[in-house]
Antibody
Framework: QLQLQESGPGLVKPSETLSLTCTVS??????????WGWIRQPPGKGLEWIGS???????YCNPSLKSRVTIFVDTFKNQFSLKLTSVTAADTALYYC????????????WGQGTLVTVSS | QSALTQPPSASGSPGQSVTISCTGT?????????VSWYQQHPGKAPKLMIY???QRPSGVPDRFSGSKSGNTASLTVSGLQAEDEADYYC??????????FGGGTKLTVL
């Protein structure tokens, strides 16, 4: 059974960089059938797509966040990561990592999510 | 890209049917047949309920169905059950490897 697990600091100071890693187990991140991505959900609010990456390293990001987002993959560790620079309180959210099927273009597996709070 | 538009709330009594709409543009829902719907219970990760507008993943009850007309997609839950009470989100492919979510609809089973 595929599992995704987010990890990283739960508290980040304003203007600093948020860094999260998603570890994939029970399947290979190098599969040609999937993209791997990040979605966030501010407390009490809706979902926002952040971006996704293919095992080859090709990454795609939400245009509204593009200037601050970097997504990269480590196929040897079966992990992919997110960096979000210059964070503000508006970036406080539950961050999910997920797998997206290339054919159906739908997210079929989600991590449990990790809460990141931006505060001094 | 703008978020897709969903009604903030919907409700129905057990056994009834409820339809949740999701309105986008000719650049996302209106152009691509890559609309998905997710169910999210409090404190849980979202769960895929519908993909490619109307397809159900294995294990999702056939009480859940999806459709699309023009720039609007819809999720219908028939034979409402108490466990269907949750938040529902639509999402669509918007081209150039971009995706857009709806704002979510809270479904209440009365």
């Amino acid at each position: 059974q595929l599992q995704l697990q987010e990890s990283g600091p739960g508290l980040v100071k304003p203007s600093e960089t948020l860094s999260l890693t998603c570890t994939v187990s029970g399947g290979s991140i190098s599969s040609s059938s999937y993209y791997w991505g990040w979605i966030r959900q501010p407390p009490g609010k809706g979902l926002e797509w952040i971006g996704s990456i293919y095992y080859s390293g090709s990454a795609y990001c939400n245009p509204s966040l593009k200037s601050r987002v970097t997504i990269f993959v480590d196929t040897f560790k079966n992990q992919f990561s997110l960096k979000l620079t210059s964070v503000t309180a508006a970036d406080t959210a539950l961050y999910y990592c997920a797998r997206r099927d290339r054919t159906t273009v739908s997210i079929d597996y989600w991590g449990q999510g990790t809460l990141v709070t931006v505060s001094s | 890209q703008s978020a897709l538009t969903q009604p903030p709330s919907a409700s129905g009594s057990p056994g009834q049917s409820v339809t949740i709409s999701c309105t986008g543009t000719s650049g996302d829902i209106g152009y691509y047949n890559y609309v998905s719907w997710y169910q999210q219970h409090p404190g849980k990760a979202p769960k895929l309920m519908i993909y490619e507008v109307s397809q159900r993943p294995s294990g999702v009850p056939d009480r859940f169905s999806g459709s699309k007309s023009g720039n609007t997609a819809s999720l219908t839950v028939s034979g409402l059950q108490a466990e269907d009470e949750a938040d529902y989100y639509c999402t669509s492919y918007a081209g150039s490897n971009n995706f857009v979510f709806g704002g979510g609809t809270k479904l209440t089973v009365l």
